[in-house]
């Protein structure tokens, strides 16, 4: 796939075909990009489960013609009776089961706090049970089983089949689903149906949030109805830096965005246009280990922060951090954050309104547990805690998570404007890097760079090993030539899902809209 879509009125690029046309089709009847996105969002909960869900968090950055972006934090904090205590006897959070879930799920807040904007700025107001439609009938008629969840579901099955619900969810006829089968989820179409009638709010401050907290307790889970009542999105200003092609924004914590704009910032320095294959890699898998830095040593709940962020991306701090790379030596290298499921996804419509999301429940299937009566998965991302009380990432009731998700969007210097993104934990800003810098910095076409072979410093699912992974369709020369400066090496599958799903959408200065998707995925770029 080496062709962009291009579209004049409207474009949204999912890692899911469906959700893509879910989103398009409210583009169509007149709905702006926020709630083609909120549409997408649901339709995308069911129809790539092992991925993400309402039973997870979310990140929306928002960027509005002519204005300053807007960034939601949709994630939820740990529950009030998720204290050290509650973890005794143990040296880590697991991560599957009740006792990995341990936050309050944010993304169906965003969704709400989306839409509040949406009317602000002055957009359509389509309503919300036509927003939920697709992801209705989705849920309730059945969607074809792709090979990403049959092949999820298998490997991790043995970890997984054990858990409250989740057999009786995932694993129809009481085996794996084969790709292509007919999933149904009926319990999570009844819960979509009760909020298109009764308001996203009742999920935390309704009759469902009751229902949710009961089943909650029972379950063992440490959040209680009051941890529900409590979530709200919030409106948080976005990172930026100022990079020689325009303006690139992202998350702030306890997102990992620092990370995504310090490594663009950090190779804006090092003559990115002239480098070859291997020295683009190395330079951003270098400039990879400075940001990664940053990250362990910074980024944790905003109320605990040490550090200004964005002082961090001030020109004085990128050139240092740059001026610490050699062009002809890897240097060490210790250990990443690890893997992680999650979807992005970006839309665009014809005023220009533009947005980029991310949606997670963390690992695949998250904790595991499916909320009885609910067909909610609920995440794990509390796992990102330590039980160790002098960490950065101390566990805390109320306390937010560290998130590895981060959207990202640019305004370029010759008046285009971008939205792009991946899944996949570490990789996440490195695919981001990886796309600007190929599409934006050296020319290559939308597609290409997306298509292209990536790689991923750090670790995939059920391994341990922290090398620089390649997909095997980078030359021999390449490989090579990254061994020689010092890099360890592993290859991967041609087309590995372990580098992260991606997209990314472009406004062109006469209104034309370019999409591009990964096909590692089961996505696509729809226009219209």
């Not at 054990?162 to 057999?167: H, K, L, N, R, T």
């Not at 980029?356 to 909320?371: D, K, R, W």
């Not at 990102?384 to 370029?412: E, V």
Request: aromatic letters at 6%.
């Amino acid at each position: 796939m080496n062709q962009s879509n291009m579209a004049p009125l409207g474009m949204a690029v999912t890692p899911h075909h469906l959700a893509s046309e879910t989103a398009l089709g409210i583009l169509r009847e007149g709905g702006n990009a926020i709630e083609a996105m909120v549409a997408a969002a649901a339709s995308i909960a069911v129809v790539y489960p092992h991925m993400n869900g309402l039973g997870g968090d979310g990140f929306w950055l928002i960027v509005p013609p002519g204005a300053d972006p807007i960034a939601i934090d949709a994630s939820g904090a740990a529950g009030s009776l998720a204290t050290p205590a509650f973890y005794r006897g143990s040296k880590t959070i697991p991560h599957r089961g009740p006792r990995a879930a341990l936050t309050v799920p944010g993304t169906v807040s965003g969704w709400s706090l989306a839409l509040e904007i949406s009317r602000e700025l002055g957009g359509p107001r389509q309503p919300l049970p036509r927003l939920l439609a697709d992801a209705i009938r989705y849920a309730a008629d059945g969607i074809p089983v792709t090979a990403s969840q049959s092949a999820a579901t298998a490997s991790k099955y043995a970890e997984l089949c054990q858990q409250p619900g989740f057999a009786a969810t995932f694993l129809p006829h009481g085996g794996v689903p084969s790709p292509g089968s007919r999933f149904i989820q009926p319990e999570l179409a009844s819960t979509l149906i009760h909020l298109a009638e009764a308001g996203l709010e009742s999920f935390y401050r309704g009759p469902l949030a009751h229902r949710l907290a009961d089943e909650l307790s029972r379950l063992g889970m440490p959040i209680t109805l009051q941890d529900l009542n409590a979530q709200r999105a919030k409106r948080v200003k976005p990172l930026h830096v100022r990079h020689q092609h325009g303006d690139i924004y992202n998350m702030p914590p306890p997102t990992q965005g620092l990370v995504s704009l310090a490594i663009l910032g950090i190779t804006d320095r090092l003559d990115m246009a002239e480098a070859d294959e291997a020295q683009t890699i190395h330079r951003i898998v270098e400039a990879t280990k400075l940001a990664f830095g940053l990250r362990d040593r910074y980024i944790t709940d905003p109320r605990h922060m040490r550090a200004e962020m964005q002082d961090l991306l001030d020109d004085e701090s990128l050139a240092r951090l740059a001026s610490q790379i050699n062009v002809e030596q890897a240097a060490p290298w210790g250990s990443g954050k690890g893997p992680g499921d999650t979807v992005w996804m970006g839309v665009m419509d014809s005023s220009g309104l533009a947005v980029s999301f991310i949606q997670s429940i963390y690992h695949e299937f998250g904790s595991g547990v499916v909320v009885p009566g609910s067909g909610i998965t609920w995440q794990n991302r509390g796992a990102a805690f330590s039980l160790d009380p002098d960490s950065l990432l101390a566990l805390a009731p109320g306390k937010q998570p560290f998130h590895t998700l981060n959207p990202a969007a640019a305004r370029l210097n010759d008046g285009r404007t971008m939205v792009y993104g991946s899944m996949g934990g570490d990789g996440q800003p490195q695919t981001q890097a990886a796309l600007f810098t190929r599409h934006v910095v050296q020319g290559m076409p939308l597609q290409q760079a997306v298509s292209a072979p990536r790689w991923l410093l750090g670790r995939t699912w059920g391994q341990s090993s922290d090398s620089l992974k390649l997909e095997g369709r980078f030359s021999p020369q390449t490989v090579a030539a990254l061994r020689a400066l010092g890099h360890e090496t592993e290859i991967l599958p041609d087309f590995s899902e372990a580098v992260g799903h991606a997209g990314a959408i472009v406004r062109h200065n006469n209104g034309m809209l370019e999409g591009a998707f990964d096909p590692r995925s089961n996505g696509s770029a729809a226009g219209f």
